[in-house]
């Protein structure tokens, strides 16, 4: 018996002392690696504790990738009429600009043209030469104007015109007797002036004086002879005209017209004193 446990002491004792000169030799090797590497070794884990996982160690960042320019968005196609406000790199837009009105569109100035016709009617009389009787002359017949000049301030024109009146049958008056005579025709030619108020407006005056051509063609019973002469004479007017265009001008005209001279007779060399005043209506047409 005894020799049997001292041979099982035996046995486990030799296994325990191969066992603690292995461990004892790990752990020295241990410690001499972490002193030859400047850094304390760690403890040493129990026996059969598991090694704890070392930290996962992050993957660098990728490196940033160049950034690309930034390129400029499409400038907005402008809707029709209206402007844009120009992107970078884009034109700017705009509508197309209207044409300028002419230098004298809608404007009095530079060259004056008028032309006028319309009616007028006529009341004067006419006395013989070395007393006598009176005779009353009346009638009514087309009028008409014609005038050419040039502006010399703004609005204000001056030159030339004709100013005519024709009575196709003109009646002869005295006391109770009434006769209708020939053609009588009375046209002033002399320099005018015309005032257009705003110049470029259609309001306007205008007044000429000059001499007085005058005929009375013979009737069937008086006068017995066809008659001629002439003689002083004014005029004066007022009218509108309304734009038809850069330089047109229509509108209407009333126009008085006053004159004193002598007719003599072509036969009998009678002479004659006349006066008389035609007032009108005209429809006119001015380019200036």
Do not use: C
Not at 174 to 202: I, T
Not at 212 to 233: L, M, Q, V
């Amino acid at each position: 018996m005894l020799r049997t446990r001292s041979a099982g002491t035996f046995g486990i004792s030799g296994r325990m002392s191969l066992r603690i000169p292995l461990f004892t030799l790990a752990i020295l090797s241990s410690t001499s690696l972490a002193s030859a590497q400047g850094e304390a070794p760690p403890p040493a884990p129990p026996p059969g504790a598991a090694e704890p996982a070392a930290p996962a160690t992050p993957p660098p960042p990728p490196p940033p990738a160049a950034a690309a320019p930034a390129q400029p968005a499409p400038a907005p196609a402008p809707a029709p009429g209206y402007g844009a406000q120009p992107g970078p790199g884009a034109q700017a837009w705009a509508p197309a600009a209207a044409p300028p009105p002419s230098a004298g569109g809608h404007t009095h100035d530079g060259f004056y043209l008028r032309l006028g016709i319309g009616v007028g009617s006529y009341s004067g009389e006419s006395k013989p030469d070395g007393g006598g009787y009176t005779i009353d002359v009346s009638g009514v017949g087309p009028s008409v104007e014609i005038a050419l000049g040039g502006t010399v301030a703004p609005g204000v024109v001056i030159g030339g015109g004709i100013y005519g009146s024709t009575i196709p049958t003109p009646k002869y008056e005295y006391q109770n007797l009434s006769e209708d005579g020939g053609q009588a025709v009375g046209s002033m030619l002399g320099p005018f002036v015309d005032w257009y108020f705003d110049p470029h407006g259609g309001f306007h005056a205008q007044a000429a004086l000059g001499y007085t051509a005058i005929s009375a063609a013979k009737g069937d019973n008086y006068p017995g002879e066809d008659s001629s002469g002439g003689g002083t004479g004014v005029m004066a007017g007022v009218g509108y005209e309304a734009w038809v265009g850069e330089e047109w001008g229509v509108g209407g005209l009333a126009r008085v017209h006053y004159f004193s001279g002598e007719v003599e007779g072509d036969d009998s060399g009678n002479k004659s004193d006349v006066s008389g005043t035609v007032l009108s209506i005209l429809f006119t047409a001015t380019l200036h």
